[in-house]
């Protein structure tokens, strides 16, 4: 029986250290050139001469340009997320509208940070490919939004919750993309009137206002010499 091809427009992850290295080194020249052109003019020479590394060995990792510009949209979600899982810290009288607006502010930072994760997730670059990584990515974020303020308050019985959060993750996204595409950034301005959509969204979602869970008391310290 025939061995099914791999998929063309998605990259060949490695699994040793040498592969590994190589792999990495490969995404930061993807990353060099889709910072002076479009991903819609990436060849796989570009990448080879940025990297030096035989045209060769990028198509054992990148089948096409299609498929190096998935790799580095999926470098970029996995960076938000871990930019988003960092912990809350949240002042006594805080409400829950509060982690909406921090995560949301660091999506806003990283953004600020990165212009070419900018252009390829939420700016001219964003392809159908990209998006496919994008939606799965939506799933994860919000349910580390959700996580992020069950931890602090107690949150209704809902199952659809997950469903309800990823509207706000997916609104979140396209809304940046409509700041970016217009005016190349993702505005402040913009990023305010995200979160307020989202909370009057969250807020007719949870019907009445989320109480506080109680705060553990810190550990005492052993002072045992």
């Known amino acids: 029986m025939k061995k099914p091809s791999a998929d063309p427009l998605r990259p ?105 994760a900018r252009k390829l997730m939420v700016g001219f670059d964003y392809t159908i490919n990209v998006r496919e990584v994008d939606m799965e990515s939506n799933r994860v974020m919000a349910g580390i939004l959700l996580s992020a303020i069950e931890a602090q308050f107690d949150l209704p019985e809902d199952p659809t919750l997950i469903d309800k959060f990823e509207i706000v993750v997916t609104m979140h996204s396209s809304l940046t993309a409509l700041s970016v595409t217009r005016t190349g950034e993702f505005k402040r301005e913009m990023e305010q009137e995200i979160v307020r959509a989202a909370v009057v969204y969250l807020r007719d979602v949870f019907r009445k206002p989320l109480p506080r869970r109680p705060v553990s008391p810190a550990l005492p310290t052993d002072a045992t010499p």
């Open 12 to 116: 060949r992850k490695p699994e040793r250290r040498n592969g590994i290295a190589r792999y990495e080194k490969l995404l930061a020249s993807v990353e060099a050139v889709l910072a002076e052109k479009s991903a819609r003019d990436l060849s796989i020479y570009d990448i080879a001469a940025d990297s030096g590394i035989p045209p060769a060995s990028v198509y054992h990792f990148f089948p096409s340009p299609t498929a190096a510009i998935v790799a580095l949209s999926e470098v970029y979600t996995d960076e938000m997320q871990r930019v988003m899982s960092a912990p809350v810290e949240l002042k006594p009288d805080a409400d829950w509208t509060q982690i909406v607006a921090e995560l949301s502010d660091r999506i806003f930072r990283y953004y600020a940070k990165n212009p070419v």
